[in-house]
């Protein structure tokens, strides 16, 4: 599987931002008990869970900071999930990865080890001026 992260950019704070997760499925599809998430990692700190969707059942989760200004969701036929970033703040700003893991809620996404994560995507990087 391939995963192929894009939309970052550089926006003054209050901004807004989507970014996009294409995936590449070597069977064509993704599987529905597979969840896919975003993280982000800022200089200096660890990558951190942002937000999750599972591919069938399309139950999301988000981590506290960004409920209510961010939003994820996916195509199933684009085989792409994206995230709608609102109301930036410059503490938003990082590089965010996304990734995919089989046979997972997108609830455990958010709590799992980082090295459990089947696959990433290469990163795209999300500045927010003040």
């Known amino acids: 599987v391939q995963l192929q992260a894009s939309g970052g950019g550089l926006v003054q704070a209050g901004g807004s931002l989507r970014l996009s997760c294409a995936a590449s499925?070597?069977?064509?599809?993704?599987?529905?008990?597979?969840?896919m998430g975003w993280f982000r990692q800022a200089p200096g700190k660890e990558r951190e869970f942002v937000a999750a969707?599972?591919?069938?059942?399309?139950?999301?989760y988000y981590a506290d900071s960004v409920k209510g200004r961010f939003t994820i969701s996916r195509d199933n036929a684009k085989n792409t999930m994206y995230l709608q970033m609102n109301s930036l703040e410059p503490e938003d700003t990082a590089v965010y990865y996304c990734?995919?893991?089989?046979?997972?809620?997108?609830?455990?996404?958010?709590?799992?080890?980082?090295?459990?994560?089947?696959?990433w995507g290469q990163g795209t990087q999300v500045t927010v001026s003040s």
């Open positions: 499925p070597a069977s064509g599809r993704i599987f529905s008990s597979t969840s």
């Open positions: 990734g995919e893991k089989r046979g997972s809620s997108a609830r455990a996404m958010s709590m799992m080890d980082k090295r459990n994560i089947d696959y």
């Open positions: 969707v599972n591919w069938g059942t399309g139950i999301t």
